[in-house]
């Protein structure tokens, strides 16, 4: 009885654990990874063709977006079932398995049929074995159904921190008073190796672009420290930055809702303490 | 002959129209006989609806009320063709009849001449997509039947047919002195009688096949228009009855075959006035949406008879269907009692439940409000933290209930903003001595933005916990001071088992005020333009109430648009968690209050208070947007 293992990049930490998962399954396991650039649906009809030709016990992969999808495709082309993000694994005829649903809220405990056992493991659901490497035998990408190629790469925008992931957020509100005084912002941002978000008045005035919103209809952010400048604290806004560690509000009101919700508070001109703030900064590291 | 080619061609399409009708969804619109037949004697015979614009709706009233008048003068002149010396026994020999007639014709033309000019030279923007050419033909052939009639009067005068007495018919008789007493007169009497029939002959098959086919839906429609509790949206069903398959359910309209037939005879009773559109905050403000061309894009798409091609986008195009505000403008300005918002909700259900294409930037609200029963995504547990200094009863399982319970709703327990309404009206009840308690952590979201959102299981799910929480506390009274709750519990809830009876902060506080329980002191310095919200004033009548208590606190300044025909603040239709394009409304309706003076804009309404004070904000002007509540507590200081 084999085991195969679609590995998209042997260095990662979850392929190493899929294989760790794989080999408690008892039967010869095999990583394999395909050739080329990601195509889902071309990579699926690889993997629907290997199965084919080596039928093979069962074929996982570690429960990442693209392992999933790759799979997904594979048990479509297939007409086999798939049990994603599967935490355990217990033989019979037919298996068990347990898998994880609705964002980690609830587990799951289903029959897995089929010929070929199609699974994916959900990430840390063990820990990978000591030192293992992950040894893979490189599998040509099918041509045949290349449905999606890349054709261009683009690097990443906004010095490459993502606002949804930075761990720093220095947002402007109405207070800046116009596109131009973000320039300020952007700086503070730039020293503190965050990424710049603002609240719906600021997108409504056009003074920045709706991806950097920040809020209930915008993005939510988890940062470790959230800077607000000069935004009163709408409950629209709160409710995409509530996730942030700890926030610090700079507002010439002091009777303005943010400081009800900040841990830090200053009150005053943004227009003075912000750039104040940086050349502290830039001061105490000498520049 | 004419007369038979006539009848048939109305015949047939009247029964395609029937069938229409028959082959649509079911809806209940029965009972209330009183009040139904209370519109049809104000909203179609007294016209009360078109004369809210009172220059058109004076034209119209002219050519409709001298329709109902000049309605026998079809039989006399058919009479006539056959035999010229016969006519309708008495009533075509009442002297006061010939004067009503006489009268009527002038009315008419007078009312196709104001019509044509409203159409040709003034040409208003609510016109803009309706068939201007049909209108036009049909102008002219009113015209004609009129002017065919007086001439043929006329004439009969002048050769001395006449049957009633001259003296009652002043302006044919003027009219007849064109007229020799010759041959040629008898020639043209017989000309014009029969350009008289055939032009109604003509008219007659012509009429169902044109937007004039509103003549006969129109008093159908208005007689099965909502009597009460018209914020109510009609519930689907998420299991079939027995007897009834799977296939009998509909989430929403997804095709012209999910219509009800109230929606159905909607589309036929649209004469593409343009009233809704005028009204239409999302239109005035630069958005797609225009209800007009909603009814006529379903229109046409049931008249195509294609059953199986989605209404959205091939009828009405998405992006107007996310535009509503639900604030019913255009519902309170529909002349024939066309009820857009069940229109829109319905396709919005079903893009929502069926499609799943919705804004994005919805879903969260969508989420939050199934997970933690608030739109925001707040702890339950901190929704009563806004009392917590006040020493409010929470009322605890198994406790007694209070007379009455306060229902705080998600705005005023979490917005910053809005929590100041709550804690003025917890202090005015205190001080007023009522016995009241909130739910605390166990009130959740009414699903009102869910609902109105098009996601009616999320509502459903909300309206059942609530209920079961209300009921197994024993409440009988309710007061919200969040109008979208109050519609939701007062006009909603019923259809899931909860019947209360509830109040709007401001009704309340305002009977305190007047009982002496409250007594605020008057300081006429404090300038107040009241701002009424959509769900309280136009789909509940509460429109004296939130006036009595500015009234008792400062001077009372009224906008242009108040009342019933207050335009909303934009938060609507759940748009509270939506982006919004083109110019914002609340910005416009803030530039409208400030216009009046006023120092401070008086809201009853925590969505109201939020997005006018984001309008503020973005005006720059000098105007405080407060809750009546505040007001009022702050007067008893």
Not at chain 1, 63 to 71: I, K, Q, Y
Not at chain 1, 72 to 78: D, E, K, M, Y
Not at chain 1, 248 to 270: K, M
Not at chain 2, 139 to 150: D, K, N
Request: glycine residues 8%; proline residues 5%; contains cysteine.
């Amino acid at each position: 009885m084999s085991v195969l293992v679609f590995v998209e990049d042997p260095a990662d930490e979850l392929a190493a654990q899929a294989l760790t998962f794989a080999r408690g399954m008892d039967g010869d396991v095999t990583a394999f990874t395909i050739s080329g650039d990601y195509a889902p649906a071309a990579w699926g009809q690889t993997l629907a063709d290997l199965v084919g030709a080596r039928s093979p016990r069962a074929v996982l992969a570690a429960g990442t977006e693209r392992g999933n999808e790759v799979l997904a495709h594979a048990a479509a082309i297939l007409d086999l079932p798939l049990s994603a993000n599967t935490i355990s694994f217990a033989p019979g005829s037919p298996p068990t398995v347990t898998r994880v649903r609705w964002g980690g809220s609830l587990l799951e405990q289903a029959l897995l049929h089929g010929s070929t056992l199609l699974l994916t493991v959900a990430p840390h659901a063990v820990a990978a074995d000591d030192g293992a490497t992950v040894e893979a035998e490189l599998v040509a990408s099918s041509q045949h159904a290349l449905a999606v190629a890349p054709t261009k790469r683009v690097g990443a925008t906004s010095g490459g921190v993502s606002l949804e992931e930075a761990k720093v957020v220095v947002a402007g509100g109405r207070g800046v008073g116009s596109a131009e005084g973000f320039a300020i912002i952007e700086q503070l941002a730039e020293l503190l190796g965050g990424a710049v978000g603002c609240s719906r008045a600021v997108t409504s005035a056009g003074w920045r672009p709706h991806t950097d919103q920040v809020g209930q209809t915008g993005t939510k952010v988890s940062p470790d420290i959230y800077i607000a400048c000069g935004i009163s604290g709408a409950t629209q806004h709160m409710a995409g930055c509530k996730g942030a560690k700890k926030l610090l509000a700079i507002n010439a009101d002091g009777e303005a809702s943010i400081f009800a919700h900040a841990d830090y508070g200053v009150l005053g001109d943004l227009h003075e303490i912000v750039p104040a703030i940086a050349a502290e900064i830039r001061k105490a590291r000498g520049a | 002959m004419a007369l038979g080619a006539s009848g048939t061609l109305f015949a047939r399409r009247l029964a395609r129209l029937r069938a229409l009708v028959q082959a649509a969804k079911p809806t209940r619109r029965s009972g209330d006989v009183a009040a139904r037949v209370r519109n049809e004697v104000t909203i179609v015979l007294g016209q009360r609806k078109l004369l809210q614009r009172f220059g058109p709706g004076l034209m119209h009233a002219f050519i409709f009320w001298g329709f109902l008048v000049l309605a026998p003068t079809i039989l006399i002149a058919m009479i006539a063709i056959v035999d010229r010396d016969q006519t309708l026994p008495w009533l075509a020999a009442q002297g006061w009849y010939a004067l009503l007639a006489d009268i009527f014709c002038v009315l008419v033309l007078v009312g196709v001449v104001s019509a044509l000019y409203v159409r040709k030279v003034v040409r208003p923007r609510r016109f803009a997509g309706s068939h201007l050419g049909e209108a036009d033909l049909i102008l002219a052939l009113i015209a004609t039947v009129v002017i065919s009639l007086l001439l043929w009067h006329s004439s009969r005068i002048a050769l001395g047919y006449n049957e009633w007495p001259k003296s009652w018919s002043p302006v044919s008789r003027v009219l007849s002195h064109l007229f020799g007493h010759g041959g040629g007169t008898r020639v043209l009497e017989r000309v014009f009688v029969w350009v008289h029939v055939a032009t109604i002959l003509a008219f007659l098959a012509y009429l169902p096949y044109s937007k004039h086919l509103h003549i006969g839906a129109a008093a159908v429609n208005v007689w099965f228009g909502r009597t009460a509790a018209r914020g109510r949206l009609e519930p689907l069903r998420f299991e079939p009855d027995e007897g009834e398959s799977e296939d009998d359910l509909r989430f929403g309209a997804g095709t012209a075959a999910d219509l009800t037939w109230k929606q159905v005879l909607d589309t036929f009773s649209c004469t593409e006035c343009g009233r809704c559109q005028d009204v239409c905050p999302a239109n005035q403000t630069g958005k797609l949406l225009s209800p007009k061309l909603v009814i006529m894009g379903l229109r046409d798409q049931l008249f195509s008879g294609d059953r199986e091609a989605p209404l959205v986008p091939s009828a009405v195009p998405a992006e107007s269907i996310w535009d509503c505000v639900t604030c019913g403008a255009c519902i309170e300005a529909c002349p024939v009692s066309i009820e857009h918002i069940d229109h829109i909700v319905d396709l919005r259900r079903h893009l929502v439940m069926v499609e799943s294409s919705f804004p994005a930037e919805a879903e969260p609200m969508l989420r939050d409000i199934e997970r933690s029963s608030n739109p925001w995504g707040h702890p339950q547990a901190q929704r009563a933290d806004w009392a917590a200094e006040l020493g409010v009863r929470v009322l605890e399982p198994g406790e007694m209930p209070p007379e009455y319970l306060y229902w705080v709703g998600c705005a005023s327990s979490f917005d910053e903003r809005a929590r100041r309404t709550a804690e003025a009206t917890a202090k005015l009840l205190q001080a007023a001595g009522v016995d009241f308690a909130i739910l605390g952590p166990r009130e959740s979201c009414t699903g009102d933005p869910a609902r109105r959102m098009g996601n009616e299981y999320v509502f459903q799910a909300l309206a059942e916990q609530n209920v079961a929480t209300l009921n197994q506390a024993g409440v009988r009274k309710i007061i919200a001071n969040c109008p979208h709750c109050f519609n939701t519990l007062a006009n909603e809830y019923p259809d899931f088992g909860g019947s209360y009876e509830v109040v709007h902060h401001s009704e309340l506080l305002a009977r305190l005020v007047s009982e002496g329980r409250l007594r605020p002191a008057r300081d006429e310095q404090l300038m107040v333009t009241y701002h009424d919200s959509c769900y309280l004033a136009r789909h509940n009548d509460v429109l004296d109430a939130p006036r009595e208590l500015v009234g008792a606190v400062g001077t009372a300044l009224p906008m242009a648009r108040s009342g019933k025909q207050t335009f909303c603040c934009g938060a609507g239709g759940a748009h509270m968690w939506m982006e919004e394009r083109a110019n914002p409304i609340n910005v416009e309706r803030v530039r409208e209050a400030a216009a009046t003076g006023a120092d401070t804009l008086a809201v009853a309404c925590p969505y109201c208070t939020v997005m006018l004070d984001d309008g503020v904000q973005s005006t720059g002007d000098q105007l405080r947007v407060v809750d009546v509540a505040t007001l009022l507590v702050e007067a008893l200081q």
